[in-house]
């Protein structure tokens, strides 16, 4: 059982930056592959990055390569999205999710966090 906690979320003005944290609870927790994903109103939920149980492999959505870093730090049980250069497309709930398997699907992910919202104006 793994429980997720998100952080960090907030108002930003077009072109800054937030940082947003998972804390995750349970032993194990380099043994998950960490994704965040995010949901804007009427809209599907979005993969947006992921990064494997030891650090070594990352991936993102198109829209966001070049602006958000996902990192992780094992001993602390944390999971970080670094956002640069925000836009208002960037609004939405974020949440961070664990999955035993590598992909960027929702489904893959057997456990969620509440979520947080980030809300970019122009």
């Known amino acids: 059982q793994v429980q997720l906690v998100e952080s960090g979320g907030g108002l930003v003005q077009a072109g800054g930056s937030l940082r947003l944290s998972c804390a995750a609870s349970g032993r194990t927790f380099s043994g998950y592959v960490m994704g965040w994903f995010r949901q804007a109103p009427g809209k599907e939920r979005e993969f947006v990055a992921y990064i494997s149980g030891s650090g070594g492999s990352t991936d993102y959505v198109d829209s966001v390569k070049g602006r958000f870093t996902i990192s992780r730090d094992n001993a602390k049980n944390t999971v970080y999205l670094q956002m640069n250069n925000l836009k208002p497309e960037d609004t939405a709930v974020y949440y961070c999710?664990?999955?035993?398997?590598?992909?960027?699907?929702?489904?893959?992910?057997?456990?969620w966090g509440q979520g947080t919202q980030v809300t970019v104006s122009s």
């Open positions: 999710a664990a999955a035993k398997l590598w992909g960027f699907r929702p489904e893959l992910y057997d456990y």
